[in-house]
């Protein structure tokens, strides 16, 4: 009976997941809706009330326009680019003016495929079978529950996006988190005296065509937003300078944990060190693209197809984790 109980109790929970799935599927597109709408707001209340109030107009406008340009550059990238499947064809980089030029060194390389330099140690990633969709794919690839298809370097399913963060725009989605942060600053820390006129303290009339209202509810999301996606764009790079992604995180800890209690010390292969780490996840360096891409709204290639990795010399695996060991996507419920 207490058996009985306890599966039942089990499958109510999983019909729950699977309703969860689908309502976040499906509610994708409203949110970013809202997202678009909400930016749009706020833009065009910095621009109209906040930055003609600013100093030096010549310098501080051009930056403010920079600013908002990546956000809703970046925003567009990774809610259209693919994050890129398993089964998907080999892509190349484009031509066209939103693609970055790669530095002269690594135009020779080819598009396809992988890239790399002789400081860098990158071999073919093992292949296994996804117990959910049947498809043969490489290590670090993670099947989506809610896209129902296994994504290549899996990190979550973003609502906010209407798709996963994957190997294609997990760039854009951190990109656009840090100049999430530095627009929703310049608009709090720039806007508060507004704020007390919107507000009535100081006993002037509101000159500005945009409502008081909507100055005050786009200034209070300003700053919610800026303290909270400080800590997701800072949990994020964390991980992005250790070589994880988010699935990673999880699974790492439990393998330290195991190992831990065997007496050994888990590695994680994928860890170069955090600046070659960032190096990577960025794309930028001396066999990379400039580092001045990660100033402007422009496209770039990942270094790699995801199906071959940098790996730390002499590692071709995570030490302290043995065979059979490894958590799949039935274990940590990708």
């Known amino acids: 009976m207490p058996q009985w109980c306890t599966r039942q109790v089990f499958r109510c929970f999983k019909c729950l997941e699977r309703f969860a799935d689908r309502l976040t599927g499906a509610a994708g597109p409203v949110f ?47 809610c259209t680019v693919s994050p890129g499947f398993v089964n998907d064809p080999p892509r190349s980089s484009g031509t066209g003016l939103l693609w970055a030029k790669r530095r002269d060194g690594a135009r020779a390389r080819p598009l396809t495929g992988v890239r790399w330099s002789e400081d860098l140690h990158v071999t073919r990633a093992a292949m296994s079978r996804c ?62 005296q507004h704020v007390l006129l919107g507000l009535g303290w100081l006993n002037q009339p509101w000159p500005h065509f945009a409502p008081p209202m909507a100055f005050l509810l786009t200034y209070i999301l300003a700053v919610v937003l800026c303290l909270a996606v400080s800590a997701m764009a800072g949990w994020h790079l964390y991980m992005v300078a250790g070589g994880e992604t988010s699935v990673e995180t999880q699974d790492h800890e439990h393998y330290r944990k195991i190992a831990k209690q065997r007496g050994e010390t888990f590695v994680n292969c994928y860890d170069l060190g955090w600046r070659k780490n960032l190096e990577l996840f960025f794309n930028i360096g001396p066999n990379g693209y400039p580092t001045y891409t990660l100033l402007l709204p422009l496209r770039i290639e990942p270094y790699t197809d995801g199906r071959a990795w940098a790996r730390r010399p002499g590692v071709e695996q995570h030490l302290g984790v043995r065979p059979g060991e490894e958590l799949t996507d039935e274990d940590d419920e990708n």
């Open 32 to 78: 970013v809706t809202l997202a678009v709408g909400l930016l749009s707001t706020g833009l065009f209340c910095f621009i109209e009330v906040i930055l003609p109030s600013l100093p030096w107009p010549w310098l501080t406008t051009p930056v403010c326009l920079l600013i908002a340009l990546n956000l809703f550059a970046h925003y567009y990238y990774v």
């Open 131 to 192: 117990r959910k969709c049947g498809q043969m794919r490489p290590e670090r690839s993670h099947h989506c529950r809610i896209c129902n298809r296994c994504v290549l370097k899996y990190d979550h399913h973003c609502p906010g996006i209407n798709q996963c963060v994957g190997l294609h725009n997990e760039r854009h989605f951190v990109l656009f988190m840090v100049y999430l942060v530095v627009a929703s600053f310049c608009y709090a820390f720039f806007g508060w």
